[in-house]
């Protein structure tokens, strides 16, 4: 079952963003290491798209509707960036991971335990 896209662009790509989120995740990332190194955080590309887009991100995400039941090989979205801003997929690729890897692994809890395991039934499935 696939669910919590919905959250992920309401959250995070369908608002604008301003110079004083890009300084939050700043300072979040900095308390961070990759290795022994500094996670590295393109605030400057952050910036760049806050000028030039209105705060927008310039990312184009696709997906399969909420409520999908889908084989566990298919896959459930993809984002594209044109240019310098493909660099930015690699941060919401993981933020979207992490989002759907929680809720999906709720939702098979769910189905598993909960006694109305019938009301899944309408749901649309591609297992091809």
């Not at 961070?32 to 990312?59: C, M, R, S, T, V």
Request: hydrophobic share 40%; aromatic share 18%; glycine share 4%.
């Amino acid at each position: 079952m696939y669910y919590g896209i919905r959250y992920f662009v309401e959250t995070y790509l369908h608002r604008q963003w301003t110079k004083e989120d890009v300084e939050k995740a700043e300072k979040f990332y900095s308390t961070h290491n990759a290795g022994k190194i500094p996670y590295p955080f393109p605030k400057d590309l952050f910036l760049k798209f806050i000028e030039e887009n209105n705060g927008y991100f310039p990312i184009k995400l696709q997906a399969l509707p909420e409520g999908t039941c889908a084989h566990i090989h298919v896959p459930v979205y993809q984002i594209t960036a044109e240019k310098e801003y493909a660099r930015l997929i690699t941060y919401w690729e993981t933020i979207l991971t992490h989002v759907l890897f929680l809720i999906s692994h709720y939702l098979i809890t769910i189905l598993i335990f909960h006694p109305l395991v019938g009301l899944v039934s309408n749901y649309r499935c591609y297992f091809e």
